[in-house]
């Protein structure tokens, strides 16, 4: 073998530097393809006023969005177990393009919808579980860290775009804003995508099926009751995340704060979500992807119960920068706890399933919020639902803690007879 071909050889290997660097183009991807999830959380107020609706009928374009996101992260997780993450980042640039374009264009409630759905979401996809999948096997000792960087994509993107959008609203109405959008999205991820063309080595997928397979033997559960636990979790804890990231700007805008307070608020939640999503990657490097996810969740219901006693306009600074520095780090620790649990080939379409619950929790949560309001006239009751989902995932959680510790305490027993 030839020293260029053993230097690439090397590249393939986890934790290497060619591996923080695939790190970092990744995270660019992200944040550029995820700008579908966030776009139509801006433009909300604007959609209500241009297609004469109510809030709930103005939520439509985001939850077809979500539906979408969803599809796609299955959709694209699969493409790159299979052929590698280099052909989802084209397909997503692609996407976005063309669906930005046409919601440009678009000139009824279900045009604009019907762009988000079946273009932006499914492209944004491409930046979120697949790139996800794909760095977990290009780290072990720091997976837990790559993971949530890899992840904090989606929210670098909630932090860059809100802003972006809304200046281009106010200087250029929101459809030139879309076209530029289009232009951005293909330009930068058909350019990066030929980084992506290498894959991990059959040896690096081996090894990590038979680590997987023993400590999912220590949990007493199967992969596929593993993995319905996560979608169920995973459903539970984005319809409670729903209700401050898809409504803040509207919030806002209903106690007279006006929207570019609640864009502010937003890209403040994101900013902090990405300190979060990365400290808790440090945390579940050393205690594990289960037990970072309990924390994590307690303390996004402690923030969702704040907003229920804080409405003046620098309260919702502060509740809104707990709440992003809370709640960031427990969508991806779903993703770590595949890569612990589940099998290494199969990453990208588990992982994407499990994501494509969270976004449809992210949909639902956002839409319910939306039907909440139109019958109460307030987001009081929207909060407390947020809170009772919030249950359900943090219930989870300790459920699998304790299984796992009675499962310890077992084989304790065991050997000790």
Known sequence: MTQGSLRDAGRYEPDSPYAWLRLVLA???????????????VVLPAMQGEFDTLRSGATLPYTCAMLGFGAGNVVMGRI??????????VVGGLLLAAGYTAAGFSHSLWQFAAAH?????????AGFSPLISDLSH??????????????????????????VINWGLAHHGWRVTHFGIAVTALVIMLSLAPFFRRQPTAATLASADVHSAGVRGDLGLSANQLQA??????????????????????????????????????????????????????VADRIGGTATLLIGSLMQGVAL?????????????????????????IVPMYAVIIREYLPARQAGMRIGLVMSFTVLGMAAGGYLSG??????????????????????????????????????????QVAGR
């Open 80 to 89: 790159a177990d299979r052929y590698g993450i280099m052909v989802p980042i």
């Open 305 to 329: 119960f704040l907003y229920l006693w804080f409405d003046g306009l620098s309260s919702l600074y502060i509740v809104s920068a707990l709440f992003g520095l809370f709640q960031g780090g």
């Open 117 to 125: 759905g079946l273009l932006i979401g499914i492209g944004s996809a």
């Open 27 to 41: 995270l660019v991807v992200g944040t550029v393809a995820c700008v579908g999830s966030w776009s139509v959380v």
């Open 138 to 163: 290009w780290f072990r000792r720091h997976r837990g860290l790559a993971v949530v960087c890899g992840a904090s994509g989606s929210y670098l993107a909630g932090v860059v775009w809100p802003q």
């Open 371 to 412: 039907v909440i309001f139109d019958y109460f006239s307030s987001y009081r009751m929207a909060f407390l639902n947020g809170l009772a989902w919030n249950l359900v995932n943090l219930a989870i959680a300790c459920w699998l803690i304790l299984r796992t510790r009675q499962q310890s305490e077992q084989r304790v």
């Open 229 to 282: 636990l996560l979608c169920v979790a995973g459903f539970a804890c984005c319809v409670a995340m729903a209700m401050p990231q898809v409504h803040i700007v509207a919030y806002c805008g209903d106690l007279g704060y006006g929207v570019a307070r609640g864009a502010e608020m937003l890209s403040l939640m994101m900013l902090l979500g990405i300190v979060s999503r990365v400290g808790s990657g440090f």
